[in-house]
Structure formats: C-alpha cells, structure tokens
C-alpha cells in the first residue's frame, strides 16, 4: 500500500490543478457559485495531495529545531562544569528527508503535460463554460435564423430596387463605398467581414480605421473569444457600406467546428 499511496497523491494533485482551472473558467464566463464548487473540489484534492507531506516536513522541522535547542543546553551545562570539549561539540545531524522515487516523478511530470494540453485545448475551444457543456443547440439555430431573418430586409430592399428603379439607381444604390478615414473622428465605413475568421475580421476593420471593434458569442452562451482564429463571423452590425467609429462594429460569431451557413 505505501508503494501505491505517492502515485495516488500525482493523481489527486493533477485533479487538483484541473478543478482550479475549471473554476477559473467558470469565474472568466460569470458564473461564480459553480466556480465556488469547484474550488471546494481543488481545496479537498489538493490536501489529499500534499496534505501529508507538509506534516511530514512540518515534523522534521520541529525535531530539527528541538534537537539543536537540546544540544545548545547540553553544551551550556558541559561549559559550566568546565568541559569544553563537549561544549564545543557540533551540532546533530538533521532528519533526513525520505527520498521521491523515480517512478513518483515521471508520474507527476506525465499528469502536468496532461493538464498543460488540457488548458491549451481548452483555450482554443473558447473557454466554454463546463456547467453548460450540456446544453442543447437550440440557441444556436435560434441565433442562425435570426441572423437570416435579419439580412432578409436588406436582400429584399435590393431587389425591390432592381425591379423598379432604372440601372443607374441601381448601380448608384448597390454600390458599396470604398473605405475612406476621416482623420479627426475616425470614422470609416463597414466592411463586408462575414464568414472571416474574427482575427481576419478584425483587421480589415482596422485596415479600413477603425482600431476598436466587439464580438459577441452567436448562441448566446457568453463564450470568451480567447483564440479569435477559431471563431467565423455570421453576422455584422452594421451593415455592410455604413458609417462607422471607435467602438462601433459588432460581430457575431461562432466557433469554426459550428455549422455557419459559410
């Protein structure tokens, strides 16, 4: 059984590490009574960990430290009855501290890098939050049809345009202008970013001149954009051709393993 317990202890330190990264997770995304929980979690893993080693050490530290106070009376008295060669005697030699096999650190260097990939992949995906990794994707077809609903109007407005305006007031009208920065206020006009992954999307904004833009997660559910290549645009605001600022774009996205009509 002692040889099994230091390899129990890698495994409830590597839980340990991932509950508090969960817990991280669920405060970035908000929800603070399960990041709570999960600190309970890391809190009770991480003393069956290293719970018994801090005593271990705790205990050799005051051993230490009595035997060096019982060896510094022991000399004082020799000193007093004039036995100098037992006061100027050296000090004990300290407990020595058992030694970590080999086996134990392979163990706990393999449960890092699993945790390190862990937090990595974790990362890439979004941060998503672990209490709704369950949820259904109704959200995300309610946010598609939203999305399509909200273009309709614009597609519908061309093509009445089309129908009964002649070809210059087409032209005059579907033509979208080229981005021009105006230097005192910053303003441009909205480029087309849809179906762009957002890091892309970004920067033609910023290459139109405007350094400041939003995006929000398309489902509803709060998704941090931590790594913004693995998220598509599926929506604008606003649209295409108008006038922007500072702190006016608005995407809308979703992760790029998410169905996106792109």
Known sequence: MKFVVPYLRVVAGMFAAITLWLAIVETLNGNFADALVQLAFTAGLGYLAI???????????????AAIAARAEAGHRAFL??????AMAPPPE???APQI????VVAAGI?????????ISDISDGLDSPSKDNATTTPQSTSRSATTTSSAPYTTSAAATARTASPETV??????????????ARTTVMPNVVCMDLQAAQDAIQAAGV????????????????WDRNWVVVDQTPSVGTVIGEGG?????LKEDEFSGC
């Open 171 to 184: 032209a005059a009208t579907t033509t979208v202008p080229s981005p021009q920065v105006s230097a005192s």
């Open 211 to 226: 350094f400041f833009s939003t995006s929000v997660d398309a489902t509803g559910q709060e998704r941090a954009q931590v």
């Open 94 to 96: 300290p407990p020595k």
């Open 81 to 86: 009855i004039g036995d100098v060669h037992a």
């Open 249 to 253: 774009p608005v995407l809308s996205v």
């Open 111 to 119: 449960a890092a890098i699993i945790v390190f990939i862990g937090i």
């Open 51 to 65: 719970g018994k080693p801090l005593r271990d050490r705790h205990k050799r530290v005051k051993a230490e430290q």
């Open 101 to 104: 096999r080999r086996g134990v």
